[in-house]
């Protein structure tokens, strides 16, 4: 399966060359997706005006002029099924991927999304048919929303509760890890340097 890095900044602190373990996040996100057993093909959405810089840190730039991620993700919609991770999760965990992966051949539905208990959904850190997410995130647009967290109001999806999944095994919960300060990153390089991923 493809797998999609939205590297897109739109504030401040969605600066994606911070440095974890010497290496820009960027790079371990695009590393620790290699690792799954499921993802063939990797690209990674970059600012047009940021080519020159991300492109010294992952195999498969694509640069978009656009406002918002969304939008982005919109101007380079790949036409295959999709795994979708931002570029700020250095931690996102292979054997996590290859589970969300095979849910999805099993049941084919429009998205794979994991669901935290209070419902929140990592649309970031799922798994998506082209067609299903390209009319949901042009319907949420048309009714005026800009984030990618809405599209699941227009989407038929299947979710996958975090929590139980954590349960099983506790390394689950860092694969959601976006790092925006230094104390993130200071964090992630604990996390690698202690564990054995």
Avoid at 27 to 48: F, G, P, Q, Y
Avoid at 60 to 81: H, Q
């Amino acid at each position: 399966m493809l797998g999609l890095i939205l590297a897109f900044p739109e504030k401040q602190w969605d600066d994606c060359t911070v440095p974890v373990n010497d290496e820009p996040v960027l790079r371990l996100t695009e590393k620790r997706l290699l690792m799954s057993k499921r993802i063939d093909k990797i690209l990674a959405v970059v600012r047009e005006d940021k080519l020159k810089t991300y492109s010294l840190h992952v195999l498969n730039p694509v640069p978009v002029s656009a406002r918002s991620k969304t939008e982005a993700l919109l101007k380079a919609f790949p036409d295959e099924p999709f795994f979708l991770v931002e570029g700020s999760m250095p931690l996102v965990m292979p054997f996590l991927v290859d589970y969300l992966i095979g849910l999805y051949h099993r049941n084919e539905p429009e998205a794979v999304i994991p669901i935290w208990r209070d419902g929140t959904a990592e649309v970031t850190h799922a798994i998506y048919e082209p067609g299903p997410l390209k009319s949901a995130i042009e319907a949420a647009l048309a009714e005026g929303y800009r984030g990618l967290g809405k599209v699941v109001e227009f989407l038929d999806y299947e979710p996958v509760s975090i929590e139980e999944l954590s349960r099983r095994n506790p390394k689950v919960t860092l694969s959601f890890l976006r790092i925006r300060s230094r104390m993130n990153a200071e964090f992630a390089e604990k996390v690698l340097s202690e564990a054995q991923f």
